[in-house]
């Protein structure tokens, strides 16, 4: 899936953040308009919890409004803030594990369950990947990253991110039935993995 | 091309990031093997039950955009000091080199050949206390 990393054109975004870069705060409000639910539907499955994805993405904003001249390509504007986004995801969780704090993450369940309804497999599946496991699907699948940008935004070889990809669906496979993805007019839909 | 090659790069083909000559021996395989298009098959469904599962289940939410109560911060400080740090090295190189005379091995004979004062012959009392703190160095001169 090719996701839209904004709505204007590239050179556009570019000159935005050069602005921002400059101080501009109305340039970078524009810049995280068009990257702010992505960022925060991110969070969600990442962090598994409504308030903490929103606290992440404000938090993200204000680190990546601070830091913003150390961005050297400005086409990388959005990976930039995710791996952002990411680090402060990864930092919210070593909190809560510190904390032994997880009396939200039902209530998240409770929610996605009324709203998704049969969705809920699918990600409740996601949920039981580690960190790293989830990140990657997260990216791959919910953003549409490529590899080379999932490798851009967390830091490692493609090699890794492709193992990541391959172990997350193998162990997505292991805890899922077929049948909870039905293809339409197709009669390998009730073969159990 | 073998099944334990082919199976890791399924998602990658699926995505369409395999290079042509990749993916062409892999369509190859999979024309061959049931048992690796039945896996491809069910990656695939599995890739689109993971997308249509986020894109249904978490609806766009109107958000606040962030109150920006920072200002962006200069380029970071790191690189400035290092480019002190070097620059401070170098002068002081440069006001410490000139005081530096180099090392010259020289025996005791050449010393006493090039010698001007012999330590046995001093005239002075004052001359000989400097010749005998700094040994037999022919650079002092005595008045």
Known sequence: MKHNLFSEGKAEQESLVVLAQEGDRQAFMRLFQGVQQSLYRAACVILQNDQDAYDATQ???????????SLRQPQFFKTWI???????CRGILREKRKMSYYPDMNNWHIN???????????????NHLTFNYRTVVVLRY?????QKEIARILGCPIGTVKSRINLALRKLKE????QDFPEPHSEEGHHAL | MRCRIVRPNLESYLAG??????????QRHLDACPACRKEMEVTRRLVKGLRSSFQDAIPPRS??????TVQPQRLPWLPKVASITVLGLLLLGLIVAPSIQPYRHETPAALMQTSPIPAHQSQSRE??????????DWRISIN
């Open chain 1, 175 to 178: 805890g899922l039935v077929v």
């Open chain 1, 112 to 126: 996605l369950r009324e709203a998704a309804g049969a969705e809920i497999n699918v990600l409740e599946a996601v």
């Open chain 2, 127 to 136: 001359a000989s206390e400097v010749i005998n703190r700094h040994g037999t």
């Open chain 2, 17 to 26: 990031e395999l290079p042509s000559l990749h993916a062409v021996d892999l």
């Open chain 1, 142 to 146: 919910l953003d549409g990253y490529s």
């Open chain 1, 59 to 69: 938090e993200a904003a204000l680190k990546a409004f601070r830091f913003l001249r």
């Open chain 2, 63 to 68: 958000l606040p955009l962030p109150n920006l």
């Open chain 1, 82 to 88: 995710t791996r952002i986004l990411i680090n402060e």
